[in-house]
């Protein structure tokens, strides 16, 4: 029995360091297989958002191209007539287009308009051989390009005119929106250009450097590009598939120039903590279950070898391993039913009519597995779930993606429920594409809780207006002020050009702007004549007073307000209080309420004077324009003044006020 003992002992050691070699290797290769697919996963993703972009710039600069107005102005060398301004302004805006530069030459090679600079004139083609070749053979010509600014998209159109050829416009763009997009995916982008160009550069466009080498997008993290640089840069130019470094799984995609020489390298890092590893422990389990096949197979041949007054003690352990696997058969089972009632899943066949539905998706919605099985997903959509959404999102599916949305369902009692749902496409054994599935996660709590956080800051914002008109209500005529000082602002700040987020905040906190006035005396606050020197010290402390009221909030609307009543008597030429901050040093939230505040003021009685005719106020705002004001809030508050005057009209004093 001992000699038996051992023999099986040494058998079971050879197997055991047999298959953890063989194990260990084949993890190897899995990891190897993830990492490559990943790397080339990562490439084709960028290949995609580069061949995107260059064919958006170039369907953009075939369109300008076609402007008659650029023609005329060729034609008839009226240079003042072509402005790209708004429009470059509002592709930043609400498109993928951040920076674009435009560029229009003459016949001749001559520069006829840049968007960057107003020197124009000096001829392109002396300096600069791709537009000599074109203006040899007007083609259009669309690549990448490093030049004295930054790694570009170029795109260069010829202009012709009923054949004739006038001229050539060319549009740049920048790499940044495609590293938006990357980030967005979770993938960290550090776009580099060869070294070799960088005594090219005048004014890079990023201003960002590893060593000698220029990064180009802007949102390359800071921290990330150190650690690069203490690694060495020059060991990620030359990445063939991928390599590890750290925390993350690296790879290059690289772009060359016209001679086929190096040009920029775009770096992608990829957190190895977010990579699916599922078929590696797929594989661990799969390799465990082969494992104890095998050993069981191998103790039921040495049973067969002992002697026979061990069969029976051998039977019993053969009947606990038989045991322990149906054991672990039921614990499987389990875990099914398990899933089956905590999971919210559902599956579809090709036409979105239901074939399965797990106990959880009954749980949460209502109905029972047979109401639901044959019906399709509209038995639980909820009325504030559009139809336009559901036919989107079928649209998609077909184009099998995976699809992770929000989506609010009906309950069979009327009620409601939140989830977020993964939807995704089911193939059979053969890959034959057979119909969707969705995993969901009940999120209903979340969601109330984000209700309840809006009406929260919904009351925040009125408790702030409220305290606005608190200040306000201590000097008696200002009626409306802070009402229409609240609607200028937002007026302005949209044309301005800040973010519809950003003149919401504005039009809330810019009624806080003399709050603190309600540490000045009544006496001073309405004294119906002229302040001596002593009470204008103290009336000009409620900027101050104001700043230490709202300063110690955290919350941004609270913060912006303490700017605006510290900064609104601030004056563009540095002569106001109580810092006499001056130009953009004054924040941008300060100097539109200073404009909004005194164009209200003047033109409202208050205690120590009567108000003004729209004509003096326009002739002071015009004479103040670059001293008191900033001359651009000048030039939109004149070009816009029927938008200002029918806020006045509107919301006069002693009348009520809904907002």
């Known amino acids: 029995m001992k000699n038996i003992l051992l023999v099986l002992t040494l058998i079971f050691t050879i197997l055991s360091v047999f298959f953890y070699n063989y194990y260990t290797i084949e993890i190897e290769k899995l990891k190897k297989d993830i990492y490559l697919n990943k790397s080339y996963e990562l490439k084709n993703e960028l290949k995609v958002l580069i061949k995107k972009k260059q064919g958006d710039t170039a369907a953009l600069t075939y369109i300008l191209s076609q402007d008659s107005n650029i023609k005329d102005s060729l034609i008839f060398n009226k240079k003042d007539s072509i402005d790209f301004t708004d429009m470059i302004n509002g592709l930043t805006n609400i498109g993928e287009f951040k920076n674009i530069w435009i560029q229009i030459l003459d016949k001749n090679g001559n520069s006829f308009y840049r968007s960057w600079t107003t020197k124009v004139g000096d001829n392109v083609i002396s300096i600069r051989k791709d537009v000599a070749k074109m203006y040899k053979d007007p083609k259009s010509m669309n690549q990448v390009s490093t030049g004295r600014f930054d790694m570009t998209f170029k795109t260069m159109v010829p202009i012709f005119d009923k054949k004739k050829f006038i001229g050539i416009i060319e549009m740049i763009s920048h790499f940044n929106s495609i590293a938006i997009v990357l980030k967005h995916k979770s993938i960290e982008p550090i776009m580099v250009v060869d070294k070799s160009y960088t005594r090219k550069f005048t004014n890079p466009l990023s201003g960002l450097f590893i ?254 207006f409220t305290m606005g008109s608190i200040g306000e209500s201590r000097s008696k005529e200002t009626g409306n002020h802070v009402k229409r000082v609240a609607e200028y602002s937002k007026i302005m700040a949209l044309h301005y050009g800040l973010s519809d987020e950003d003149a919401e905040m504005l039009k809330q906190a810019s009624p806080m702007h003399d709050i603190g006035k309600v540490g000045i005396p009544d006496s001073i606050l309405n004294k119906p004549g002229r302040l001596t020197d002593d009470e204008r010290k103290t009336m000009n402390l409620h900027a101050s007073l104001g700043y230490d009221m709202l300063k110690v909030s955290k919350r941004p609307l609270l913060k912006m307000a303490a700017t605006i009543a510290y900064e609104h008597h601030e004056k563009w030429d540095g002569t106001g209080y109580p810092n006499n901050l001056s130009g953009e040093d004054i924040s941008i939230y300060g100097r539109i309420t200073a404009v909004a505040d005194v164009f209200d003021a003047l033109g409202s009685d208050r205690c120590y004077k009567k108000a003004w005719d729209d004509e003096k106020i326009f002739k002071l705002f015009t004479q103040e324009r670059g001293k008191q004001f900033d001359p651009k809030l000048i030039d939109i508050f004149f070009n816009n003044i029927d938008e200002f005057l029918k806020v006045r009209d509107t919301f006069k004093d002693n009348e009520s006020f809904i907002s």
């Open 211 to 464: 060593g000698d080498y220029y990064v180009s997008n802007k949102n390359a993290s800071p921290e990330l590009m150190k650690r690069i640089e203490n690694y060495g840069i020059e060991s990620f130019l030359s990445i063939d598939n991928y390599i590890l470094f750290e925390d993350y799984l690296v790879t290059m995609y690289e772009i060359r120039n016209i001679k086929n020489g190096p040009m920029g390298y775009n770096l992608l890092f990829y957190k190895l903590d977010q990579l699916d590893m599922r078929i590696i422990r797929e594989y661990e389990i799969n390799f465990l279950i082969r494992f104890m096949i095998i050993i069981v197979f191998i103790s039921l041949v040495v049973i067969l070898l002992i002697n026979r007054k061990y069969v029976k003690q051998l039977n019993k352990k053969v009947e606990e391993k038989t045991f322990d696997i149906l054991k672990q058969k039921e614990e499987l089972k389990s875990l099914v039913t398990l899933f089956d009632a905590n999971v919210i899943f559902s599956r579809t066949d090709l036409k979105g009519y239901i074939t399965y539905v797990s106990d959880a998706f009954c749980d949460i919605s209502g109905y029972t597995r047979e109401e639901l099985i044959g019906q399709n997903h509209n038995i639980i959509r909820h009325e504030d779930m559009t139809k336009s959404f559901f036919r989107d999102l079928w649209i998609e599916l077909r184009k099998q993606k995976e699809i992770t949305a929000e989506v609010k369902n009906r309950k069979k009692d009327g009620s409601y429920y939140w989830v977020v749902s993964n939807f995704s496409s089911t193939f059979d054994t053969n890959g034959k594409h057979i119909g969707y599935s969705a995993i969901r996660q009940d999120i209903t709590a979340r969601k109330e809780v984000e209700f309840l956080q809006q009406e929260i800051e919904e009351t925040q914002r009125e408790v702030v």
